[in-house]
């Protein structure tokens, strides 16, 4: 081990039951290095970061730490005792107590704390690190980046070496975000090594020495922020090199929408409390469009306030050039849109109902419980979608919970069909399912559009994007960067918006 390297991680492995989460993984920490740790979701980052503080135990592989050489971490307590503290974006912080007692909780000597040391201590500590709070304040009464500054300060407190931060900038707006990077770039010149894990490019760009990526469990390589322009990181994290693509175009060639059509939706300025920048939005009738853009870009949070998932700040809203208010998300459903979600096991599948209770949900939401459907309408309902989509199912009376990932989606795409949407919204159909109900869902949704339903389609998948929308918005950073249509759609492009801001790395 080099004599600046604190940490060095060789030949990670990491398996759970059917899925290699990590495969033979490197990654190496210098003191006073901010270094950033980069992946789509299912790279393995959270598996790396967990293995490293003890919340998972390593199936192969080498720890190894400056002083100390190899070492085993069995627990989050192990991983402390060695110097390794991690600051999570949920903060793991007790809001009703005092900051100095959140500083020291757990080590003090319970009835016989000196109050009146830890409270000097607790200010001498924070006017060193120079974060704006006071020791004897209620962290509730705190921001939440000073509560995060708080949970950094106890770690650097506990003697921290390895300084882990997950996401921290995440609900933070602009000035916090600075004030933590200035809290971050002091730790760094005292020679504490931090890993940085972001979503965030710009922020990547701003405060980070190196980057090291992973995708689908492997390592892609570490690289000097100098040495890794902004676009490459993109094709690197997506596993696309540029200039190395062959255009994708859909063989089913599908109807987009006649460019002079009406726009079935449209929305201006439109806000919500999820963080994103205000974005202008329409949809044509029969056209297939998509936001595309990074995990963490704000592709799903701008489909969520279209549909009044999230509460709406500001904007205006339009069905066929009429002014409409969608504040939740029946509003929306009563103006002919419909919204497949991102994670179908939290926002879409009931798991103990049936596979017709779930296809019939949305439409008995919108007539009403008190207008219940007879038994018969809906076993028609049920039979009808079922046989349309190719639902592998024993019986409707099957609990979608017993149905494959594939097969569970296209329930909940069955539920909103029945409904006869004008607008269709889908996050993520075909994540986590298997190729053969991809081309049927992404064939579906061609064909959907070519009977005129207008359809907005979110994918990780930048060929799937390509294969099915006519129309791409690009977002960045929780913003709308960009708008690719005809010559315009193709990868390079694509990763080239997303990277943006080329002269600034």
């Not at 939740?328 to 991102?342: C, F, H, Q, R, S």
């Amino acid at each position: 081990m080099n004599e600046n390297r604190i940490l060095e991680m060789r030949g990670i492995d990491k398996t759970f039951p059917g899925v290699r989460a990590l495969q033979g993984v490197d990654f190496s920490l210098n003191a006073g290095e901010i270094h950033a740790l980069m992946g789509e979701n299912g790279a393995g980052k959270s598996t790396l970061i967990k293995v490293l503080t003890g919340v998972y135990t390593k199936d192969g592989g080498t720890i190894s730490l400056k002083d100390t050489g190899e070492v085993q971490i069995h627990s989050p307590q192990d991983a402390q005792k060695f110097g390794i503290s991690t600051v999570y974006q949920e903060i793991t912080l007790c809001p009703n107590l005092t900051v100095a007692e959140n500083m020291y909780i757990g080590r003090g000597e319970g009835s016989l704390t000196n109050w009146k040391k830890m409270n000097a201590d607790a200010a001498k500590l924070l006017a060193s690190l120079d974060i704006p709070a006071k020791a004897t304040q209620q962290l509730a009464s705190c921001s939440i980046a000073v509560q995060q500054m708080v949970a950094i300060a106890r770690a650097v407190d506990m003697e921290c070496k390895v300084l882990i931060l997950d996401e921290p900038t995440s609900s933070l707006d602009e000035q916090e975000v600075e004030k933590l990077f200035g809290l971050m770039r002091d730790l760094k010149a005292r020679g504490v090594g931090i890993i940085f894990v972001t979503h965030f490019l710009d922020q990547v760009y701003e405060v980070c020495d190196k980057i090291t990526v992973l995708r689908d469990g492997q390592l892609v390589g570490e690289y000097e922020i100098k040495d890794l322009p902004r676009v490459q990181l993109v094709a690197k994290m997506l596993g696309k090199e540029m200039d190395d693509l062959s255009d994708i175009k859909g063989e089913q060639g599908g109807y987009h929408g006649d460019d002079a059509g009406e726009d079935v939706f449209e929305a201006t300025g439109l806000q919500s409390d999820a963080g994103i920048k205000p974005f202008d939005f329409h949809i044509r009738k029969g056209e297939v469009n998509g936001f595309t853009g990074l995990l963490g870009s704000g592709r799903s949070e701008c489909v969520r306030a279209i549909f009044g998932a999230d509460r709406v700040l500001q904007g205006t809203t339009k069905m066929h050039g009429k002014p409409v208010k969608i504040a939740k998300p029946v509003d929306a459903m009563k103006n002919g849109i419909a919204y497949l979600p991102e994670d179908r096991k939290v926002d879409g599948i009931v798991g103990d109902l049936s596979v017709r209770d779930n296809i019939i949900l949305a439409l008995q939401v919108l007539t009403g419980f008190f207008k219940p459907f007879s038994k018969a309408q809906a076993n028609a309902f049920a039979d009808e979608y079922i046989k349309k989509l190719n639902i592998k199912t024993a019986s409707a009376d099957t609990p979608i919970k017993s149905l494959s990932g594939g097969n569970q989606q296209k329930v909940i795409l069955a539920r909103w069909l029945l409904m006869h949407p004008e607008y269709l919204i889908l996050d993520e159909p075909t994540r986590g399912i298997d190729v053969g109900t991809k081309v049927d869902i992404q064939k579906l949704v061609l064909e959907l559009a070519s009977e005129g339903m207008s359809v907005t389609f979110i994918s990780s998948e930048t060929d799937e994007m390509l294969r099915t929308c006519s129309r791409l918005v690009v977002m960045r950073d929780r913003k709308v960067v960009g708008e690719l249509s005809g010559e315009d759609l193709t990868q390079n492009k694509i990763m080239s918006t997303i990277a943006g801001g080329e002269s600034k790395a």
